[in-house]
């Protein structure tokens, strides 16, 4: 699977322009700074184990579910930027 957006930035925002919560109301909501946010929506930040569970408790995402989102979505740009490289350099074992 390769993502391009981190889904679990994408189903925050999306939850939150559903409900029609501002972003800095959701942060002080949350008590986190409004910039881990922001970085978090432009992609400058994943989602943290501490940011999922504030927004598991503020906004009822599963915690569970971001941080799997959030991993899918590092393997697949880890294997985008690493792959090929990887499969270049490392012969699997044989037994």
């Known amino acids: 699977m390769n993502l391009k957006t981190n ?3 994408g189903l925050i925002h999306d939850e939150l322009e559903a409900r029609g919560i501002a972003a ?3 942060a002080e909501g949350m008590h986190i700074p409004r910039s881990r946010l922001s970085d978090i929506f432009g992609g400058r930040k ?3 184990v ?3 569970l504030r927004i598991e408790r503020y ?3 599963s915690a569970s579910l971001l941080m799997r989102l959030q991993a899918d979505f590092d393997l697949s740009k880890a294997t985008r930027e690493k792959g090929a490289e990887l499969k270049r350099t490392i012969k699997p074992l044989t037994v």
Do not use: W
């Open 50 to 52: 501490d940011t999922a």
């Open 24 to 26: 800095s109301r959701a």
């Open 7 to 9: 889904p679990a930035a």
């Open 59 to 61: 906004l009822g995402i």
């Open 46 to 48: 994943g989602v943290s």
